[in-house]
């Protein structure tokens, strides 16, 4: 979707301001709104890309306004009542929480250490031809769906170059809206300072993208 | 490039307080979240990752020439050897800067960073201005974190759009011939293998 969250060459956003000695959390609610997102993971009950698609539909205004932490607890609570894991009387705490019938994996203590250092890899294994290779000029395809897709505006309808095929994975637009992993290729794909801002430097971004997000140029 | 924290639009809590607690309250009474789990998670990401693991795999890329072949052939196998993997580092790739390139990354959709090494983000680098600006002006964005890249050299920004996460392997600094793996790790800034900044230099070593 042509959200808010793409923010790729924008101007007016103003200065980054670095804090120094700056801490992982701010606030202790931070630390809470953190550790659900492991645990919520592992209970099944989103993807990341389900995680990141609630996030970006977040009303424009708000996402800008609201810190890191804030767009998950967002993300969370828009997750959880979609798929009904939670009700909005349970969460308004006008009605009693109940055990789901169906019960969930639950983190426990002993799964932590495991579970942070293995983490879940969207490589797939699945035999699936590239359609492109190491050298090819692309063109980054001019689309506009509604959906999730992580194919940023700023790089739509360029040209760039192929320069690396960094194998297969589940493609994220069809994961956010549980039509399966979709099994393709990801490449690194360059493009010049030149062709994304008509400016003549010497730069480029390297950004990668899904085989279904190129064509021939 | 100090900030006052009121710049963050968060203040005050109290609202965003109540929902955190209002949420995790529910999922505990439903029997979906474990609270030791819960406290595990915050103890590790806040005492025991961060950008020490990937100063660690830098110092050691400097130090040993055939770790540094490894680590820019399968990065995540070779941060792996030093005992560093899992969530949001499963698939990593280790740029090197050198006489000609100069590395930054950014992820302009989300905040996606590689938290093995690096632990979890600083806000600057989840907030829209970072985001909006790197890849369309880089060399301004790193002139204000003090950086001035020479015109001849090229910047090259990399978007982590997909879930591929990015280490930069800074240049070893000059004046540390001879220096052990530990000593040239203490050289290694968070930012330095971002890309906004640079090692430390021999001089500013404890």
């Known amino acids: 979707m042509n959200g808010i969250h793409d923010l790729g060459g924008m101007h007016g956003h103003g200065p980054v301001l670095a804090e120094v000695d700056e801490p992982y959390f701010h606030h202790e609610w931070e630390r809470r709104a953190f550790s659900l997102f492991p645990a919520l993971f592992v209970g099944g009950h989103f993807n990341v890309d389900e995680f990141r698609h609630a996030m970006e539909r977040m009303e ?20 959880l009542l979609e798929k009904g894991v939670i009700s909005a009387a349970e969460l308004q705490g006008t009605a009693e929480p109940t055990r789901n019938p169906v019960a969930a ?7 932590v250490p495991l579970v942070v250092q293995t ?22 395809k001019n689309f506009n769906p509604t959906t999730h897709t992580r194919l940023p505006r700023y790089v739509r309808g360029k040209v760039g170059r192929i320069e690396a095929d960094h194998g297969v994975f589940a493609t994220p637009d069809t994961m956010a809206h549980g039509q399966g992993e979709q099994p393709q290729h990801v490449y690194s794909v360059s493009f010049t300072a ?22 021939e140029a | ?48 990752i961060g950008p020490r693991n990937g100063a660690r795999v830098v110092a050691k890329a400097w130090a ?34 050198t006489a000609d390139i100069h590395n930054v990354t950014v992820c302009t959709l989300c905040s996606c960073y590689p938290w093995p090494t690096l632990g979890l983000p600083p806000i600057w680098y989840k907030s829209a201005p970072y985001r909006s600006r790197i890849v369309i002006d880089p060399r301004g964005v790193l002139a204000e974190f003090g950086l001035t890249i020479a015109a001849d050299k090229e910047v090259r920004v990399w978007d982590s759009s997909a879930e591929l996460r990015y ?26 293998m971002i890309g906004t900044g640079l090692p430390k230099s021999p001089d500013d070593a404890p």
């Not at chain 1, 994304?196 to 085989?211: N, T």
């Open chain 2, 167 to 192: 280490l930069v392997l800074p240049e070893r600094p000059a004046g540390t011939d001879g220096w052990s793996e530990e000593q040239l790790a203490e050289l290694v800034t968070r930012d330095s």
């Open chain 2, 1 to 48: 490039m100090n900030h006052e924290h009121d710049h963050d639009h968060t203040e005050p809590p109290e609202e965003i307080e109540l929902r955190v607690k209002a949420l995790e309250s529910l999922l505990l009474e439903k029997g979906l979240v474990d609270p030791a789990a819960l406290e595990a998670l915050i103890d590790t990401y806040e005492h025991k």
């Open chain 1, 119 to 140: 983490g879940a890899s969207a490589r797939v294994d699945h035999a699936v031809a590239a359609r492109f290779a190491v050298g090819d000029q692309i063109r980054a």
């Open chain 1, 194 to 215: 030149l062709e994304l801002w008509g400016e003549a430097r010497a730069d480029k971004v390297y950004i990668d993208l899904w085989d279904s997000y190129l064509e």
């Open chain 2, 64 to 97: 040993d020439p055939l770790y540094k072949r490894r680590l820019l052939e399968n990065a995540t196998a070779a941060i792996a050897e030093l005992g560093v993997s899992g969530v949001q580092g499963e698939d990593m790739l280790v740029v090197e800067n």
């Open chain 1, 105 to 111: 994996p639950v983190l426990t203590l002993d799964m």
């Open chain 1, 60 to 79: 424009p205004a708000h996402y800008l306004q609201a810190s890191y932490y804030e767009h998950w607890i967002h993300s969370f609570e828009t997750m």
